[in-house]
């Protein structure tokens, strides 16, 4: 039996080792919860947000001095790794276990490539709060991009989107 491993999988693991087994080994898994459309339709608002500045040859201002590299200047390269089915994966040749993510973005810094996911949330993320829910996702991403021979920086950018206040009368844009 072969197993198809992504971050979020990985994650399950982490946080319930029991769930994890009874997933992997008895094909039970967890209830499903209902999943809201919102940060779906963000991230496409902000994938399309980031290929802008990316066919400009820029970085979008909130990040632009806060980060290593520019954005992967390859669009089609990006857009088969942002896709969990032609994404990046590596396949152990011992347990031919699967290991898959879909990167959301991708910085660039000389020859080192440097992972970057967005999220959105209803607030300000928390100090640590980063690192203990998203540092095994980032870490992921960095190894398949190793594994898959691209030279990886030591770094990896989570990059937040959250409401500070909303106006009434008008388009956000």
Known sequence: ?????????????????????????QGIHRPR???????????????????RYRSQGELPPEINGKVRGQLVPDQALLKRWRNW?????????????TLFGALDDCLVDDDLYIPLDYK????????????????????????LL????????DIGYLVYYYPLSVFAGGTVK
Do not use: H
């Not at 999988?9 to 080792?17: A, R």
């Open 85 to 97: 089915r032609t994404g990046l994966q590596y396949v152990d040749p011992i347990s031919q276990a």
């Open 146 to 153: 190793q594994a898959n021979g691209f030279n990886v920086a």
């Open 120 to 143: 959105t949330r209803g607030y300000a993320p928390k100090p640590g709060e980063s690192q203990r829910y998203y540092g095994l996702q980032l870490n992921c991403y960095a190894w």
């Open 33 to 51: 919860s209902i999943f809201p459309s919102l940060p779906g339709g963000m991230d496409s608002v902000i994938k399309d947000y980031f290929d």
């Open 1 to 25: 039996m072969s197993y198809r491993l992504s971050p979020t999988t990985l994650q399950l693991f982490v946080n319930c080792p029991r769930c994890f087994w009874l997933q992997f080994r």
